[in-house]
């Protein structure tokens, strides 16, 4: 008999987990939020490192993401329907207006003769303004800008294939300078650089067909 008290009295007195942690749930609630508050808090400011821009990156991600690459093969567009600007940003003269030629009549490569259909709505040398509209741009370098928003106007990376299928440009090249003012003027913009004629098939207008 005085076992069995003395076992009554043992179980008595042992911690019930369950019921306590019933008594104090909002208690453990508040604290497990806090901390979930405090390690957000740390994580954000010291373990989060902000993104680094690769602005090549964008424009290649930008062209996957509208698959321009399998547009290479749509023939048959009305390429004087896209408004172009050629500017030119080296010490050559006249070489803008060589590639107006080379664009609205063709060139000819490797005995074939490839038609040029385009009409350039400009030709001129990348003046001040020009700079202040697409930035300062190193004359070494030949840059394509398109300020047509594709989001809006997704037929135009038809053209834009056509236009890299003519030129022999990588898509690489691209960049996307969107705004207001540009579009009212144009669709594109070519920047001559230095290496206007490198890896590309602006080499063969050296002498437009006719």
Not at 11 to 16: Q, V
Not at 19 to 48: A, E, P, Q, R
Not at 77 to 95: A, M, S, Y
Not at 143 to 162: A, G, N, S
Request: aromatic fraction near 14%.
């Amino acid at each position: 008999m005085l076992n069995k008290n003395r076992q009554r009295r043992y179980n008595y007195n042992k911690p019930n987990y369950i019921l306590i942690l019933k008594n104090n749930s909002s208690i453990i609630l508040f604290f497990t939020i806090l901390v979930i508050m405090i390690y957000s808090i740390i994580d954000y400011n010291f373990f989060n490192e902000p993104p680094i821009v690769d602005v090549q990156r964008h424009n290649l991600e930008k062209i996957r993401e509208f698959n321009l690459n399998e547009l290479y093969n749509q023939k048959n567009l009305n390429h004087n329907e896209v408004r172009i600007w050629i500017l030119n940003n080296t010490d050559q003269t006249g070489l803008a207006g060589k590639m107006r030629d080379c664009f609205e009549i063709g060139y000819q490569k490797n005995e074939k003769k490839i038609k040029g259909d385009y009409i350039i709505y400009k030709q001129d040398n990348f003046k001040s303004e020009d700079r202040y509209d697409l930035g300062k741009i190193n004359s070494e370098v030949t840059k394509v800008f398109v300020h047509v928003d594709l989001e809006d106007y997704p037929k135009f990376k038809t053209h834009i294939q056509e236009f890299l299928s003519f030129t022999g440009f990588e898509s690489e090249i691209i960049d996307y300078e969107y705004s207001q003012k540009l579009y009212q003027e144009r669709d594109i913009t070519i920047i001559l650089g230095n290496n206007w004629n490198k890896n590309n098939n602006l080499i063969y207008c050296k002498e437009s067909i006719n």
